[in-house]
Each structure stands twice: as C-alpha cells, then as structure tokens.
C-alpha cells in the first residue's frame, strides 16, 4: 500500500535536520531493509543521503522489531523516529504500550492507504478510531499514495474527502515505480518526483516542526 515507502520519503527529508532512525517493525519478505550491513548498534546506514539516516530492522523473516521498547528505550541523540509498523491501527490501539504511545502529546500519527475504495475506507475507521482514542487532531494525518498513474476513480475520491475531515492534513504521495518495485528508497531513486514527494509530505503535514 506504500507504507515503506512513505516512511522513506519522509525520513530523506527529515534526515537532514538530525540524526533519524526509522524502526521498521516486520519488513517483507524481500525488502531490502532486511540485507543493509548492520554496525555494532544493530543500525543500518542509509547510505548517500545528505543526512544521518539509519533503519533498524529484523534481518531474517518472520523475526519482529518491539517498536514501543525501542521508542521507550531511544538514545536522546537521535531527533527523529519513524515506526513504520505493519500492524493495523485498530488492533494497535488494544494494546496498552502502544495505545501509551499513539496517544501522547506530541507524537504525529500518519495513516497511509492506496488510493483505493477500500484501503481509504479503513483509513476513515482508523482515523475516527485514533480521534476517539485521544490523538489531537494536529498530530494526525494522512497520505494517500498513487497506485498507478491514472485518475482516482470517483468513489475513492470520496473517501478522501472523507478522510480529510478526519485528519489535521491530508497529502498525496505520486506513483513511483521504481521505488516501490525496490522495496525502498535508494538515494536519488524516484528521480524528481521523489525529492517533490518528500518535500511535499513534510510541508503538507507539518512534520519538520514535530520532528
């Protein structure tokens, strides 16, 4: 659905303005997170970005990442975190550490779904979910990425809008094929529409202040 890749948008440019890991809590079975060379810390450089970019990822499949101790636990130097946890909301919210977490001040909560009929469904119910929950409005958003180059159909759109009532701020993330293909985000991968993506969701969502 572009959830990787949203996050690697994301941290490209939020990298520069400090060290920023992103906790990748059950990578795919053929992402590349999984074979990055890991240092004595267990991170893994993102290598050729202009900033201190690591991810920290299981590196054999079906092993998982405990994201809430690693938040619990994360060195005060690094000025940025991004879970990128594959568990839906819904069932994250039941359980307490991450409910802890998900609904404390400050925390930026950043629903991403295909645009699709479906996906941006659930993300409505998710949306409305995390608002009875106690998030802020502020500190959620969304991004809807492109599943291919065409027109969303009319029913998606909808459900956009929908969403963005829901949400502090909404953005869309263009299809990179490329990207997605790799399962990340190499440095300069995606070309233009890339550096305009990244710019795009961190300006839009106002996620350089919450950095």
Known sequence: MG?????????????????LVVIDDAPGLFSLRRTLPRGPNGLATMPGYGGDYHVLAPDEPLRRVD?????EGADP???TLVVDSYDPVLYLLHAPRW??????????????????????????????????AGVRPE??????????EGRIPRPARAR?????GEVGA?????????????GRLDAGHGGRDAERAADALVQRLALEDAA
């Open 160 to 164: 956009m809008v929908m969403l963005d």
């Open 139 to 148: 500190d959620l958003v969304a991004a809807v990425v492109d599943i291919n």
């Open 170 to 182: 909404i953005t869309r993330v263009p299809h990179l094929p490329s990207v997605r293909a790799s």
């Open 99 to 132: 409910y802890r977490l998900l609904t404390e001040p400050g925390v930026r909560v950043v629903l991403v779904a295909a645009s699709a009929t479906g996906p941006l469904q659930q993300a409505v119910t998710a949306a409305r979910a995390l608002r009875q």
């Open 77 to 79: 130097g690094w000025a």
């Open 3 to 19: 959830r990787s890749t949203t996050a690697d948008l994301l941290a490209r440019r939020l990298c520069v303005t400090g060290p």
């Open 67 to 71: 994201s809430v101790s690693v938040v």
